[in-house]
């Protein structure tokens, strides 16, 4: 341990902590704009600057490693002359409009320029001098660069988190900026959409591209039907944008809530995500049956889950030569937005071409998947609009719903009833414990042999999780698999993601089936979900998700009635051929770099 | 616009395939070629496994790896104070006027370039310039006609 003072405060922390680590442990407030915990240290703003006594300059507490009898002041003369120019400085390069900016409010530059109560600054205003332009090519975010302080959290996202660098620091000087190659438009580059970068982004540089008017228009629109799903990560994190501590679960209120903006039908993700399970479920144990039964040499192993549009995009950018691996089946959000124009449609006698289907999602890569071509197969566009979490509750707001005291009430019916394998979707692992729960019954006839039906080495934050399933007790149609292993993994995050494509391209993989998601902790981890997030605010989402599965009577997709309706009135069997043409897919080969 | 062809592998084959090599190639094409095109770009960044973002961030910190069209001869004429004190201001009107383009502008036979440069360490030589690696110095309006004219006869 190494013993420090700060503000004459004494304390002991590990080697390799920071100053600013210390201060922290001693309740001292050091603010700071470019750290972020998720990523490496870079110390380029400048904010967090304290006095260590005896040095000759002012030290960055973010990147300052802890000595012996280090004495720090983090609140003298020097320091906050020093502080206060340089957010200052930030804000001479900083298109300050902030009474017009999305991130009004949530703002972390503005919250500083708030906390140093500036009046008249000496500095220049440089912003006008630049040409900027606004790069709205994405169908799932915008980039300001008059707003880019040029701190490179979202570099370090795109490069450390995500394994995509997409974006970099290109220039110097006065010219630096964050690029992507060449300056080309973020939706002609190898971005996954993930909104990663937006979610840590501390200023209004990088936000997601929102459709709120456009859904406001479509409910006061007499003429529209507009049905609106919430996937399972928006109810366990919604809160945390309404006032609620991180992990809450507000599903009622949040019903309540949609239902008061005006929507026609609230209904809910988790009920294709059961469909997805007995799709993707079958899908697999026909590939398995091909390959090890009739020796169908065409099938390849793993087989990947499709259910994440950043995962999608990514293998079509760098591992294209896999793509046959993907399974078929659209995500929830897609089989959701096909059967709204078509199932839905019929059954509510409603025309499809007055319905409007919005999904609410933890997710801005799913904005991009809406806007795709393959996504037409009701006849119409079959989602028409994503808002992420957070825009939802920027609408709950601007609607004046009291939030806290709403009743909770439940989604209504036709594509509104769920599972508890449906809402654990959410989480990384959720999706293979979905798969197995029902993939294992269908083959054996006997529930999953894991406690109360939890599989709980799938979940976890551990990058890349391995685990094989023995399978014994076949039943007749599938004694072929009797005593087989079957070998799974999970990774989340798509530098994660990266290392399992790895082994496969190497020929090293012994998975039979891989699910992955793009984002840090799966969904509710999502670049769509509430500002900030850590990995302590993911734990406590995470908890929330698999206490919503205990709370549910149905756990298991395949008893999901609404699911086992839609089989029985209109899609005839998993994998018929009605579903092929509403709930599978196809991907496309996309530039590698 | 030139087809970067097997440079980039040959020069790979040479610095090896690590990040730090990532500079040598770099230069490496700029002293065949005089700029970066997109293509070359990301022909490095495939060779090196890196994403072409970083490719290009790096070339575009660095003044002298181009990624704008360039001419086969890039003249850099010091824009600092000494070479200003000692006449820079004729060389470029002499340049300009022989070229006939401007400062920043590339000749359409693709065959010169003039730019500005900051110091190249020949104040007690100036007014001075580069063609490409190739400083030249204590120049006169006559002196820079006659090694321009020797480029062109190249």
């Known amino acids: 341990m190494i013993n420090l003072t700060i503000n004459d405060q004494k304390t002991s922390v590990p080697a390799g902590s920071t100053v600013l680590d210390a201060a922290k442990k001693l309740n001292i407030n050091i603010p700071t704009l470019c750290n972020h915990p998720d990523l490496c240290i870079a110390g380029n703003c400048r904010v967090c600057l304290v006095e260590q006594k005896g040095a000759r300059t002012l030290i960055a507490a973010c990147a300052m490693p802890v000595a012996e009898g280090m004495d720090i002041h983090t609140n003298t003369l020097k320091v906050r002359n020093a502080r206060k120019h340089v957010v200052e400085l930030l804000l001479s390069e900083h298109r300050s409009d902030c009474t017009k900016c999305y991130k009004n409010q949530k703002c972390e530059l503005q919250s500083l320029a708030n906390e140093f109560a500036f009046g008249d600054t000496i500095f220049l205003d440089l912003v006008e001098d630049h040409p900027y332009e606004i790069d709205r090519s994405s169908p799932s975010f915008m980039k300001d660069d008059s707003k880019c302080i040029r701190c490179q959290r979202c570099v370090r996202t795109c490069s450390e988190l995500q394994y995509i660098s997409a974006i970099a620091v290109a220039n110097k000087g006065a010219h630096q900026k964050i690029s992507s190659f060449h300056d080309r438009p973020m939706s002609h580059v190898v971005c996954t959409n993930c909104g990663q970068c937006v979610n840590r982004c501390p200023t209004g540089a990088l936000v997601e591209k929102t459709y709120i008017d456009q859904v406001w228009d479509a409910i006061y629109d007499p003429e529209k039907h507009v049905v609106v799903q919430t996937a399972p990560a928006v109810r366990v994190a919604l809160g945390e944008d309404l006032g609620y501590d991180p992990g809450e679960r507000v599903t009622g209120k949040m019903v309540t809530a949609l239902r008061q903006l005006g929507f026609n039908s609230v209904l809910d993700t988790d009920f294709s995500a059961d469909l997805t399970i007995m799709e993707e479920g079958t899908e697999l144990l026909t590939r398995l049956k091909k390959a090890l039964v009739d020796g169908d040499k065409k099938i390849s192993f793993p087989m990947f889950t499709s259910c994440s549009p950043g995962w999608i995009k990514f293998i079509e950018h760098k591992y294209p030569e896999f793509l046959p691996n993907l399974s078929t089946c659209k995500s929830p959000q897609q089989m959701f937005g096909a059967l709204a124009k078509t199932y839905y449609a019929q059954k509510r006698k409603i025309d499809p071409s007055k319905i409007v289907s919005v999904s609410v999602m933890p997710c801005t890569a799913k904005k991009y998947e809406a806007d795709r071509p393959e996504m037409r197969d009701s006849g119409y566009k079959d989602i028409d609009y994503v808002l992420t979490t957070r825009e939802l509750a920027v609408m709950i707001k601007q609607a004046g719903i009291n939030f806290r005291n709403l009743e909770p009430s439940h989604y209504d019916s036709i594509m509104g009833d769920s599972t508890g394998a449906a809402v654990i979707f959410g989480a990384t692992g959720g999706v293979m414990e979905a798969a197995l729960r029902t993939a294992y019954e269908i083959v054996t006839g006997r529930e999953v042999p894991f406690n109360n039906l939890n599989i709980t080495p799938v979940r976890g934050m551990e990058g890349v999780k391995e685990v094989t399933i023995k399978i014994e007790g076949c039943t007749d149609d599938w004694k072929f698999l009797e005593g087989a292993e079957l070998k799974t993994a999970i990774a989340h995050g798509l530098t994660n993601a990266n290392k399992i494509m790895r082994l496969v391209r190497q020929g090293k993989s012994p998975y039979h089936f891989v699910e992955i998601m793009a984002c840090p902790g799966g969904c509710i981890g999502g670049g769509g979900q509430p500002i900030p997030t850590s990995m302590e605010i993911r734990k406590n989402r995470m908890k929330a998700i698999y206490s919503e599965d205990e709370h549910m009577i149905l756990r298991k997709s395949h008893e999901n009635p609404d699911v086992i309706a839609i089989y029985k009135d209109f899609l005839g069997k998993p994998n018929s051929h009605k579903a092929h043409e509403l709930l599978h897919t196809h991907y496309v080969e996309r530039e590698q770099y | ?154």
């Open chain 2, 1 to 154: 616009m030139y087809q970067v062809g097997n440079l980039v592998k040959e020069l790979t084959e040479k610095h090896g395939r690590l990040r730090e090599s990532l500079m040598p190639i770099l230069q490496g094409i700029v002293e065949r070629h005089s700029y970066l095109t997109d293509e070359a770009m990301v022909e490095v960044a495939k060779e090196l496994d890196i994403s072409a973002a970083e490719v290009y961030g790096t070339a575009s910190f660095y003044t002298f790896l181009d990624t704008k069209v360039r001419g086969k001869y890039v003249i850099r004429i010091c824009k600092t104070i000494t070479c200003s004190m000692k006449g820079k201001g004729e060389i470029i009107e002499t340049i300009e006027d022989m070229l006939k383009i401007k400062v920043g502008e590339t000749t359409s036979d693709r065959m010169f370039s003039l730019l500005e440069t900051n110091c190249i360490g020949w104040c007690h030589k100036a007014p001075a310039i580069l063609i490409n690696d190739l400083p030249y110095t204590e120049l006169s309006p006559e002196k820079v006609v006659e090694i321009i004219k020797g480029y062109m006869h190249k």
